[in-house]
């Protein structure tokens, strides 16, 4: 079977040189006689990957001197928690609730201290971002968190919050290298890569180093940020695979120009989606426009039995996982880095069939 045009949400596509160098590489890795499943995390050669990895994505997105990189597991749900536990000293932080994952992370702070609930899009079905030009973040707060771009709803902030001085912590899992960002204006950043750069069971971590704590008697060990700073991610084995399959992502996006570019090529797929979606009088985009993400699509016709015909023929048409998350219904196409213009440009000429198709 010829590859299809994957819109799913994640685990998601990935480029498909890095799936053949990968397969090429499988039964030998640069002539180790075996794969990167098979060697020791303890080896010369592994560590030579997760130390290009680690240089590659530092030099992807600017990472600066005093900020750590981190490779860890556990899923990026269990930062929520450890994020709150290392960073949120006397258990006070405040959020912005923009959709399903933040309110998720709020939920997770609300059983470990006292966070304060900054603003809430909850009202609108999350369709929209919250004001956040003037919060009212507590003078004590550790931290302003925020989920930049919500997978399910799919929104993204147009700009960052003012958070009166305080750290910001953003969990990008769902935009995570698809467009330049200025490190320096965070804390924290957090994201599971199996929305856009690899395979499900690696998070990365990027933190200022200043905001690891040292005194954390009551966190377990495997929860401390300072475990895997101070082991350079090989406290216990990492996920070996993962990491290097995320390597071969980073060397694909600096061959392409890096991430200015990799935003340009983003927001044409996006404009391409966004324009139809408007102009179509079958089908519609549930966010505000300014809010707009430009990886994650929703889209409805207002018809649920459309709808699912909709989703089963485009996927006779090579076009799959088009299928609305169940919060929200309808459609949702996410057109991730590795998601070629053609196929975005396929997504859309389908629909303009569709809707003739259901206008005659
Ligand atoms: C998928 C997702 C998560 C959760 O990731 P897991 O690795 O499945 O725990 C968290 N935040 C965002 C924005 C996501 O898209």
Known sequence: MPRVYNFSAGPAVLPEEVLSQAAAEM???????MSVMEMSHRSPVFQGILDEAEADLRQLMGVPDDYAA?????????LFSTVFMNLAKNGKADYVVSGNWSKKAFEQAQILGDPKLLASSED??????????????RDDASFVYICQNETITGTRYPELPDTKGHVLVADQSSMFLSEPVDVGSYGLIH????????PAGVQVVIVRRDL????????????RLKTHADAGSL???PNCWGIYVCGLVFKWLLALGGLAEMEKINRSKATLLYDYLDASGLFSSTVAPRDRSLMNVPFVTGDAELDRRFVAEAAEEGLVNLKGHRLVGGMRASIYNAMPEEGVRALVEFMDRFEKGVRR
């Open 235 to 237: 406290y216990d084995t």
């Open 124 to 137: 609108g079905n999350f369709s929209y971002v919250p004001d956040v030009s003037s919060l009212d973040v």
């Open 212 to 223: 690891i704590a040292e005194d954390l008697a009551e966190v377990p060990t495997m929860l």
């Open 27 to 33: 039964l030998d890795y640069h002539g180790c006689g």
């Open 70 to 78: 981190l490779f860890l597991q556990g899923g990026d749900s269990l």
């Open 191 to 198: 994201a599971g890569v199996q929305k856009n750069v690899g």
